[in-house]
């Protein structure tokens, strides 16, 4: 009897995860609807632009800036600053509008048209739910279905991840969520059993998450301190990697083979394999980082945005207290992670809704967030229960409604004359609750 039940919990969260996914696919199509460009501007132009300038224009000396700031080579030629990572999520995408197009004898060449823009956006949501998806199957591995599921809605509607999702899908960010999702269902895989095909599979999604964002190399903690908590793990994590040495060189090379691509974009437009594409931007903050803006600040402070990011560190120091939820490596990570954003010269990241630069670490931060979950879940006190479940809920409230708020009063912002004022903040509580 009791198997039976589980079995229709976990059939009534798939129900609700496709049935979501539909609602969202609405809500996202609803929200990109303003503009022939729709997602595919600034940031996510230059993620986009590799797919038109290969298929398109068959010529990257060709192709143009539209609406992100321009770098130009010595010959006075475009130079994207942004890698090809995210394109290959997206090259499917732009297959199917391409299709869609050439089938409504639209113009196929005019790659910012509105069709080109929608299929991406869809290829985002899609993207992000199998992302959601993945981690709910991780998530199931050491909770049960009813902590996963609260686990999976939280982070989606109770963050940034929502807004990125449903409304500017050509960013990196929900790209790299799903792979930092992949590489931590996948981790188990390798160190039960390093083979060849495994190996190949972790190599492919290190690289690609390195190749989208190099900072996010910091993942690979995870796979050296997964499940690790004392000094004793650590040398037996050492002596598997030094007795699986040639499966390590096949993960490396494998990652290598994901950045080749972009080496030779660079060879060819700038005569050198390795380019620094951002110039003059840098980490100009390194020796005085700007860590309590990152976190706090109204100009996208992550706790301000997203505080379910504050039940995130809560459950990585629970978990540093009863030894679970890979809490050392996932403590290290996000320290790390917040230096990094700290020291980089715009640490707000620009126009944004929260900080973005988080969006796909909570993919891995499901995991002490769930097992706080299930330690308020299993109080025999029911007020405990009611009340944390009441918070859960206030702040996927708060995350949703003020991503739309957001995009009510002219954002994004970003510039040396735009900042948060009391008067915007004003304006924000005064329509706060207002209907939709």
């Known amino acids: 009897m009791q198997i039976s039940q589980n079995k229709m919990c976990k059939k009534a969260h798939y129900i609700i995860f496709i049935l979501s996914f539909l609602y969202i696919i609405n809500v996202a199509f609803d929200r990109i609807k303003d503009g022939p460009r729709g997602v595919i501007w600034c940031d996510a132009e230059g993620y986009y632009n590799y797919l038109p300038a290969l298929f398109i224009l068959k010529d990257f000396h060709k192709l143009s800036s539209e609406s992100i700031w321009p770098y130009y080579n010595e010959k006075g030629e475009f130079v994207n600053k942004y890698t090809c990572g995210v394109a290959y999520f997206e090259l499917p995408f732009f297959g199917l509008g391409y299709l869609i197009n050439k089938a409504k004898h639209a113009d196929t060449l005019d790659y910012y048209s509105p069709v080109y823009s929608r299929s991406i956006a869809f290829g985002g949501v899609v993207i992000t739910f199998l992302g959601l998806f993945l981690l709910f199957k991780v998530l199931i591995r050491e909770f049960n279905e009813h902590v996963a599921f609260w686990t999976i809605i939280s982070i989606y509607l109770g963050t940034n991840l929502f807004y990125y999702s449903t409304k500017e899908m050509g960013m990196s960010h929900i790209y790299s969520f799903f792979l930092f999702t992949w590489f931590l269902y996948h981790i188990p895989r390798f160190l039960k059993s390093p083979q060849f095909l495994n190996s190949i599979v972790l190599g492919m999604i290190t690289g690609w998450i390195i190749l989208i964002r190099p900072t996010n190399a910091i993942i690979i903690v995870l796979v050296l301190l997964f499940n690790v908590y004392s000094i004793k ?97 996932m403590l290290i990570i996000f320290v790390v992670a917040t230096y990094i954003f700290s020291s980089w010269w715009a640490w707000w990241f620009g126009g944004a809704f929260g900080h973005r630069s988080y969006i796909e670490y909570y993919g891995i931060l499901a995991i002490p967030l769930a097992g706080l979950i299930q330690e308020i879940f299993s109080s025999k006190k029911k007020i405990v229960r009611i009340s944390f479940q009441f918070l859960l809920t206030q702040m996927m409230i708060y995350s949703v409604r003020l991503s739309y708020l957001y995009t009510s009063i002219g954002g994004p912002w970003d510039g040396a004359d735009w900042r948060w004022n009391w008067d915007k903040y004003e304006w924000i509580m005064s329509h706060f609750f207002k209907i939709l």
Request: glycine fraction near 6%; charged fraction near 15%; proline fraction near 4%.
């Open 233 to 329: 793990s650590i040398k037996e994590r050492i002596v598997f990697f030094s007795k699986n040495i040639r499966w390590v060189v096949i993960v490396a090379g494998t990652g290598f083979i994901m950045m080749i691509p972009q080496f030779l974009y660079w060879k060819e437009m700038t005569h050198h394999w390795i380019y620094y594409s951002y110039t003059s931007e840098g980490f100009k903050y390194w020796n005085h980082p700007k860590l309590l803006a990152v976190l706090f600040d109204i100009q996208n402070g992550l706790f301000l945005y997203s505080p379910l990011a504050i039940l995130m560190v809560a459950g990585i120091l629970y978990g540093l207290k009863v030894k679970k939820f890979h809490s050392p490596a």
